[in-house]
């Protein structure tokens, strides 16, 4: 099962709690770091034959749509899923060693990116930013 916190942020998005979201969110919130599709399917599947690749990707798709799930980059190429801790437009951190990705919450952003908008005279709609780099760890 998924935990609590991640149980109730799919309900605040509107969402209910199927046994397929809650399976998937539990696989990805297990996971250390980003999953492939293909692992990600793989692993669901070894705790459940019954649900096919369809039914993954579906649920996927809505666990993305209710910001539970991001998508992010891995080293080395094709991007990964990734359960996050945190709700909200956020950033995200990512270890170019070890594949751990950190988030990077909005509110150490704001200020540069407000610094921006006024130096350069524009109007920022959206920032999205991913630094790329050696985790704590890895160091
Ligand atoms: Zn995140
Ligand atoms: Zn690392």
């Known amino acids: 099962m998924a935990s609590d916190s991640v149980r109730s942020r799919i309900l605040a998005a ?17 996971a250390d770091r980003p999953l492939s599709a293909q692992e990600l399917l793989v692993a669901v599947e070894a705790r459940d034959r019954r649900i096919g690749r369809a039914t993954v990707f579906r ?21 990964g899923y990734l359960l996050c801790a945190t709700s909200g437009h956020h950033h995200h951190l990512v270890c ?24 350069h005279g524009f109007a920022v709609d959206h920032a999205s930013f991913e630094l790329s780099g050696t985790c704590a760890a890895c160091r």
């Open 14 to 30: 509107g969402q209910r709690i199927t046994p397929q979201r809650d399976l998937v969110a539990e696989v990805l919130e297990q």
């Open 96 to 119: 170019q060693r070890c594949g751990r990705v950190e988030d990077l919450p909005e509110e150490e952003v704001a200020a540069f990116v407000g610094a921006v908008a006024r130096d």
């Open 59 to 79: 649920t996927l798709q809505s666990l993305q749509e209710a910001g539970i799930v991001q998508q992010v980059p891995r080293p080395g190429g094709q991007g």
